[in-house]
């Protein structure tokens, strides 16, 4: 088993607490991602429990053995850093048997280590060359490839993307994750790009000046954020947010702000009858507001209208960045809309999807 367990872990750093309290479970085989700003403690999360940084309380387990005192060498762990960290005198094929080497591994088992993951990584015919020899993409698959001849029970990813161009990180994203079904090995993946976390975990952990605010699957911190950091924090554009007032109108549940006033769905009246009469924090995607002329099926929506300020056109969608009573917002319009910057448009909202959070502590409202 490589479960991984960190139990009230707490790194200080002089008087600044860099991770605070953290407790986490990982399953065994399971690919977490831990997900942040900068500064958020992920890092150092991940570095305790490679053993680069002592606890200062807390316990960090592997399996059902308490490391805290383990050297990083017998940790079982296998770590790629956000620099790739090769070896330039060396050729692709020393460099991922380097460790091994040290590790007196017999050398036909390195042979055999190194050509099955070359193979996995398609770098079979770069074995031979040098680092300088290799684009960036190439350069990140044999840094993966030295940390998968260790056969570790964990792996440890702290931003390995973060030096690929946007094209090459979407696709050395997906081999990561078919490389995660391949070795059926505990991942756990350190990254501040939200996109990357929704994209390759099983579970998500977002942090937030080192402490853990929600961890849960990519759909359900997507879909229920535990609060308003995580509400801002996940999503592309982010989520829109308005303050307004909880009123009970015929008796109906309203949600007024300085930008519109819209009814609160049925299934969120039960949370928001304690609220009546007070200020709240309205979370609204991108995604739930429409083009009122082009509404899908099935939406529950309000409608409301807005000044457009200016538009951005992405191809299959158009981003529409929205005045309303103060308050700027933006949409993620149909591209048939017929808004242009300085006109008015009537827009639709998604009242299913609303987000409601406490004004006060910035709890959601569930």
């Known amino acids: 088993m490589a ?71 017998d940790r079982d762990i296998a770590m790629v850093f956000q620099s790739y960290a090769l070896y330039p005198h060396m050729s692709v094929y020393d460099n991922m048997a380097f460790g091994l080497k040290l590790r007196k591994i017999p050398k036909d088992q390195i042979k055999e280590r190194v050509g099955r993951a070359a193979k996995t990584l398609g770098i079979e ?64 993946y350190v990254t501040h790009d939200q996109v ?60 007024n702000s300085k930008a519109f006033r819209i009814p609160i769905p049925e299934n969120k009246r039960k949370a928001c009858g304690a609220y009546t009469g007070k200020p709240v924090t309205l979370g609204i995607r991108p995604e739930d507001i429409h083009d009122a ?9 309000a409608t409301i209208s807005a000044k457009v300020d200016i538009t951005e056109m992405m191809g299959n969608e158009i981003y529409v960045y929205l005045m309303s009573g103060g308050s700027s917002f933006v949409a993620r319009l149909d591209p048939r809309t017929g808004a242009r910057g300085g006109g008015d448009v009537k827009l639709a909202v998604n009242i299913a999807n609303l987000h409601l959070f406490d004004r006060t502590t910035e709890l959601a409202i569930t």
């Open 3 to 73: 479960n991984v367990h960190f139990e009230g872990v707490t790194k200080r750093f002089g008087d600044v607490a860099a991770v605070n309290n953290l407790t986490l479970e990982v399953a065994d085989k399971e690919f977490l991602v831990l997900v942040g700003p900068s500064g958020c403690g992920k890092t150092t999360a991940l570095r305790v429990l490679a053993g680069l940084e002592e606890t200062t309380e807390g316990t960090v387990s592997i399996g059902s053995r308490v490391v805290n005192d383990v050297p990083p060498k």
């Open 125 to 188: 015919m770069l074995l031979d060359r040098k680092p300088k020899q290799l684009s960036g993409g190439q350069r990140q698959r044999v840094a993966v490839g030295r940390a998968i001849v260790r056969e570790p029970s964990v792996f440890l990813f702290d931003e390995p993307l973060s030096n690929l161009d946007a094209k090459l990180r979407v696709q050395t994203r997906a081999e990561i994750s078919k490389l995660h079904q391949q070795l059926q090995t505990t991942f756990i």
């Open 293 to 301: 002329l082009f509404v899908p099926p099935d939406v529950q929506s």
């Open 196 to 255: 990357e976390a929704m994209t390759m975990a099983t579970r998500i952990a977002v942090m937030k000046d080192g402490v853990l605010q929600q961890c849960d699957t990519p759909q359900a911190v997507y879909s229920t954020p535990a609060n308003i950091f995580v509400a801002g924090f996940i999503g592309s554009p982010s989520m829109n947010f308005f303050e307004g007032t909880v009123e009970e109108s015929d008796g109906k549940l309203m949600l």
